[in-house]
């Protein structure tokens, strides 16, 4: 059993009753609700004070009417972990598919990988297509876990905007660097360089982000 709070009762003489009031005044926020510890802290002392009355007085009728209004201030936002670390987190999920992505096309040209399946007769055409394809596939699923984690742990991003302008969001984000990782790995040569290239424009989107 809790208890936000607490009287301490001491009778100093026929008329004069002390006590001391004790609570937790710690400000609580949790997920976007901020509880004001004087929202309990004045009912109990006001019910202190009430008994308090009608025992001196001897009236058991006697009213002791005292309510709580806010001063005016300024909006509080409360601490939102998607608002503070949403950004960089979601840009690095966005961002582990083109890193790899750019690696596996420059690894392949490194290894003359491309350059033998030419030779067997493969189109340029049906090379491109296969890997925009399973990018495509890839970026789909990818999207779609984004979304359902972000949804399954109530995160109000996620549970405040429509579940397909989400989607679309992550999923034509993560479609457009498969591009830029086609482009990218036509200059470069080795796949080191490939994963150094990759992280660069992770820190260059985290650096403009934030």
């Known amino acids: 059993m809790r208890c936000p709070g607490a ?17 937790n005044s710690t400000s609580l926020q949790k997920r976007g609700k901020f509880q004001d510890p004087n929202s309990f802290q004045i009912p109990l002392q006001l019910a202190a004070e009430r008994e308090i009355a009608r025992f001196l007085i001897g009236d058991a009728e006697f009213s002791w009417n005292v309510f709580l209004r806010e001063f005016a201030h300024p909006a509080m936002s409360p601490f939102s972990a998607v608002g503070s670390i949403g950004p960089a987190f979601f ?11 750019i690696s596996s096309l420059v690894t392949e040209k490194e290894l003359k990988l491309r350059q033998a ?30 979304v359902l984690f972000g949804m399954m742990f109530q995160f109000r991003f996620f549970l405040k905007n429509s579940f397909g302008v989400l989607f679309f969001l992550f999923f034509l984000f993560e479609l457009n660097m498969t591009g830029l990782a086609f482009m990218l790995s036509a200059f470069i040569r080795k796949s080191s360089s490939a994963t150094t290239v990759g992280f660069s ?5 985290f650096l403009t982000q934030a």
Not at 7 to 16: G, I, P
Not at 201 to 205: A, E, P, W
Request: glycine share 4%; charged share 5%; no cysteine.
């Open 7 to 23: 009287l301490h009762f001491a009778e100093q003489n026929d008329t004069v009753i002390s006590y001391g009031l004790q609570t």
């Open 91 to 101: 840009l690095a999920i966005a961002m582990f598919n083109f890193v790899l992505q």
């Open 117 to 146: 399946m030419t030779m067997m007769g493969l189109y340029d055409f049906a090379y491109w297509m296969s890997w925009l394809i399973w990018e495509a596939v890839v970026t789909i699923l990818s999207s779609l876990l984004i």
């Open 201 to 205: 424009v992770f820190i260059v989107g």
